[in-house]
């Protein structure tokens, strides 16, 4: 069992920069992909970012390419997503999940989820 905590979300004006982090337990992600998504209010979870346990294979959606860069440390057993340039259409719930076969977009294919954190992002 993995168990991911996240943490960094805030309130931020639009422009401003935020690091979230996801802490994992219970047993080493070294080879795990790592992924973030999200959850607007009335909306469906969404994919954010993925990178392969290696850090090889890494990809974002169009909506945040550019903006947002997706990072491991498998010594500190964590995963981040560095967000620069927030606009307000990136507020939501961030979920950090994990899973060891090939990242994908796909949310089916993410097998253990952290529980979240808000990341609000005021005009």
């Known amino acids: 069992q993995v168990q991911l905590v996240e943490s960094g979300g805030g309130l931020v004006q639009a422009g401003d920069s935020l690091r979230l982090s996801c802490a994992a337990s219970?047993?080493?992600?070294?080879?795990?992909?790592m992924a973030w998504f999200r959850q607007a209010p009335g909306k469906e979870r969404e994919f954010v970012a993925a990178i392969s346990w290696g850090g090889i294979r890494i990809y974002y959606s169009d909506s945040v390419k550019g903006r947002f860069t997706i990072s491991r440390d498998s010594a500190k057993n964590t995963a981040y997503l560095q967000m620069i340039s927030l606009k307000p259409e990136d507020t939501a719930v961030y979920y950090c999940?994990?899973?060891?076969?090939?990242?994908?977009?796909?949310?089916?294919?993410?097998?253990?989820w952290g529980q979240g954190t808000q990341v609000t992002v005021s005009s």
């Open positions: 999940a994990a899973d060891p076969r090939d990242p994908s977009q796909g949310l089916e294919s993410w097998r253990y």
């Open positions: 219970g047993r080493t992600i070294r080879k795990y992909s």
